[in-house]
Structures are given as C-alpha cells and as structure tokens.
C-alpha cells in the first residue's frame, strides 16, 4: 500500500516533469540573457578585452545626441499614432459590434489580418505604394492635382508614412480587443440609456466608454510599450532615415550593437529603454486606471 507521503512526492515528480521543460526554456532563452545584457551593460570593451565601467555607459547616454534624437522621434509617433489608432479602433469596433451589419466576420477578419501579415511583406508593399517616382500613392494623388511626394526621403512625410504604416497595422489588433469589451457589456445597459432619452453617440461615450477603461488602458499601455520598442517598420522602410527622422532607440541600438559592436552601450540602452517604459506605464496606470 503506496503511503501518503510518497503520494505526494510522486505527485510532484510528476508536476515537475511537465512544468520543467517550461522552467529550462525560460531560464536558457529569457532570463539569462536579461541577467547578462544586465551585467553587459556596466561592461565596455577594452583593446578586445571586456573590462568593469560601471555607469560609464549610462552616462554616455545623456551625451548621445542620436540617442536624444531617437527618443523625440519615438515621443513625436507616440503621442500621434497611439491616440489616433486607439480612437480608430473604438470606432470600428462599435460599428462591426452592430447586429444589423452583415457579414461582420468577415469584415473582422479583414481588419484584424495587417496584425498577423509578416512584417517584411508588409514593409515592401509599402515601399512600393510609397516610392516617390511611380508609387502608388503618387498616382492617386496626381489624379487629384497634387504634386508627387517623396514619402521616404523627406523627413517630415517619411514620419507621416511611418505612422500610417504602423496604424494600419495595429488598429485591427487594438480593435479586436475592444470588440470584447463591447460585447461584455449587457444589452440592458443600452435600452436603459434609451429609455432615459439618450442618443446613440451620447449612449456612447457617457454609458459604454467609461465601462471600456480597462479595455481601453490595456491598449494605450501595450501600444505604448510597443511604439517605444519599434524597430522593424522604421529599419525596413528608411532605416531610421532620411537624417535619423525616423531614427528609434531600438534602431539605434542595433546600429551600435551589430554594426559598431559596441555591446555594452548597447545593452545600456536596451535598460534605458526598459526604464522609460515602465516609468510611462507606472503614469497611465496612475492617471488612467480605474478609481476606486
């Protein structure tokens, strides 16, 4: 007769079976490169010698222009993309939750395809539809009397394509996760707004929106941490160009990682990176989450 104590054990033996595998991998490929980027980062290379600089690199960060630059640029797309998708989203999202629309799976499915398209694929259709001789862009714009635009070499419009380039991907996925929101809300809640009078846009944004907040906080944060974390839009349509307009910190930091092999600068902003996201968390969840 098996005992209780050995019960347990092979109970345990047994959790640790399948929950080792899950252990190993987080702990090979998660936490010891964020323990050793962590190390890195008080780390420089010394005539091919990894010498101790303890806060050398972080200094060096308030002396880096590119890296000053880098954070305006991300500031710039933040604070008009984020809010521009979010209020897109909310949008469609009402409109596809509506029971007379037909065919609303197939329009969800539609919006939330950008979110999985593979971000190479994605990049070049849109270098296409923006290349400055024949892109598409350029011929509908001409057929309006507007002169041809150089989305990708000019500064300012290679900011305005970036935005676009990652609205488009995004609104769909924020959308989704605001269409449950919608749908969690009783049906009840609507016919009383109703019966008191209130209009279809009143309705919502004094009776739905307010009970959208934690929808709607989860995708300001998650927009923002990934807008500070940009990397593939900007290095595959103008690699942080024309003259680091659209140069990000990630960029930035791959520049100096892989192509001045400066590990240790670089492990450095990758934390300044993490700092800056949580700070901006930590203030969205202050000022935007639910009050008690």
Sequence with gaps: MT????????????????VGPA????????AYPLVASLVQSFQTDDRGETVWAGFDNYSRLFGDELFGKSLINT?????VQVPVMTVLALIVAQILNQSWLKLRSGYRI????PAVTTLVAYA???????RADNGVMNHLLGYLGVAPIDWLHDPFWAKVALIASITWRWTGYNMVIILAGLQSIPKEQYEAASVDGAGALTTYVKVIVPQLRPVILFCLITSTIGTLQLFDEPYLLTQGGPDNATLTPLVHLYKIGFEQLDFGYASAIAWAVVAIIGVLSFVQFKFLGRRE
Excluded at 23 to 30: D, R
Excluded at 124 to 130: G, Q
């Design 75 to 79: 500031g710039l797309i933040l604070i």
């Design 3 to 18: 005992s209780p104590t050995m019960g347990l054990r092979k109970s345990r033996l047994t959790a640790w079976i399948f």
């Design 110 to 113: 539609a919006y939330f395809l």
């Design 124 to 130: 070049i259709v849109f270098r296409v539809l923006l």
């Design 23 to 30: 252990i190993a991998l987080f702990a090979v490929f998660f």
